[in-house]
């Protein structure tokens, strides 16, 4: 079946500006996490989905970064007025259910801010 | 909050050999400890994971050990090959979210 799907796979833009992120899970997954990746960097949490649960947002750097996920399905990140520190890949990931463990990544979005 | 270490960052091995990538971690209440290995423009896929109540786990060429009294887990890879060449990510993760180590580049020399 069809895997963690992200859009867009590439992102430039310009400093200031807003930036939406798409991530779209494996169907039936009720877990969702954004992650941030710099260049050959590890990653770091943003933030975390568990089915109707309020989100685990602790991992959102500052106030600019902000996710939701409608309907328990498709997540997306916003960042808001971007910095050039913002540059990095944000890599989605979704797991099957409470207590299963195994995250299924998506193919990330390289975010450049110029 | 949770803390992950892992060592060595960068690791070269030749073809054939074995290598060893340790990871230390600080919360007591985590308990899976999966092992994730990502190529180069790709995304990380697991290779390997290990839950609390195990102390080892293998998988052909590959094994993970866990130490919970020393919160040290370990991936140890045999019989290396080009193709094992990467970076590999450790993590600690307890009823929600995983923390992630740094990362260990793997080279494997043919």
């Known amino acids: 079946g069809a895997g963690v799907s992200q859009s867009p796979s590439n992102k430039v833009t310009e400093k200031g500006k807003d930036v939406e992120l798409r991530c779209d899970p494996i169907?039936?997954?009720?877990?969702l996490y954004w992650y941030r990746q710099s260049l050959g960097q590890g990653l770091e949490f943003l933030i975390y989905?568990?089915?109707?649960?309020?989100?685990?947002k602790s991992g959102l750097p500052s106030d600019r970064f902000s996710a939701e996920r409608t309907g328990g399905s498709v997540s997306t990140l916003t960042i808001q007025r971007t910095q050039q520190e913002d540059s990095a890949v944000y890599l989605c990931?979704?797991?099957?259910?409470?207590?299963?463990?195994?995250?299924?990544f998506g193919p990330g979005t390289r975010l450049t801010v110029l | 909050g949770e803390n992950v270490e892992q060592h060595p960052s960068t690791l070269s091995v030749q073809e054939g050999d074995s290598a060893v990538i340790k990871c230390t971690y600080s919360?007591?209440?985590?308990?899976?400890f999966p092992w994730y290995k990502q190529e180069l423009g790709k995304r990380p896929q697991l290779i390997i994971d290990?839950?609390?109540?195990?102390g080892e786990k293998k998988d052909q060429r590959i094994a993970v050990t866990l130490n919970k009294t020393a919160k040290h887990f370990s991936l140890h890879i045999t019989e290396t090959q080009p193709e094992d060449s990467a970076v590999y990510f450790c993590?600690?993760?307890?009823?929600?979210?995983?923390?992630f180590g740094d990362g260990t580049t793997l080279t494997v020399k043919p």
């Open positions: 990931a979704s797991s099957p259910q409470r207590g299963a463990d195994e995250q299924f």
């Open positions: 169907s039936g997954h009720t877990a």
């Open positions: 989905f568990q089915g109707n649960s309020a989100p685990d």
């Open positions: 919360d007591s209440a985590s308990n899976y």
């Open positions: 290990i839950r609390s109540n195990v």
């Open positions: 993590a600690a993760k307890d009823a929600g979210k995983s923390t």
